[in-house]
């Protein structure tokens, strides 16, 4: 199992940056494939980005593509969302999410084993 913490939130406004972190504890996080989801108020969980244990497949939801990127450092045990030309509409709470397996790398949120607290990211206008 693996304990997972968000950090990197806050406010910005529209047409800055934040960088999200999700720091792992536990022997697994380097292959475990890993997500990142958001729900904003009133709003269901939504996927955002996902990638593999190897970094080499990576997938994106249309509404942040070419704004966000996803990475990892597997030394690190941590996982990272850059999020750029944030807009107000991306406000949410920002969850990091693993998949045990390491074989699948889905976009829904049950197929997801371990999750964060969340954090609050809000992009004023």
């Known amino acids: 199992q693996v304990q997972l913490v968000e950090s990197g939130g806050g406010l910005v406004q529209a047409g800055g940056s934040l960088r999200l972190s999700c720091a792992a504890s536990g022997r697994t996080f380097s292959t475990n494939n890993m997500a990142w989801f958001r729900q904003a108020p009133g709003k269901e969980r939504e996927f955002v980005a996902a990638?593999?244990?190897?970094?080499?497949?990576?997938y994106y939801s249309d509404s942040v593509k070419g704004r966000f990127t996803i990475s990892r450092d597997n030394a690190k045990n941590t996982g990272y969302l850059q999020m750029d030309s944030l807009k107000p509409e991306d406000t949410a709470v920002y969850y990091c999410?693993?998949?045990?397996?390491?074989?699948?790398?889905?976009?829904?949120?049950?197929?997801?084993?371990?999750w964060g607290q969340g954090i609050q990211v809000t992009v004023s206008s």
């Open positions: 990638i593999g244990w190897t970094s080499l497949t990576l």
């Open positions: 999410a693993t998949e045990r397996t390491g074989r699948r790398l889905p976009k829904t949120s049950d197929d997801y084993d371990d």
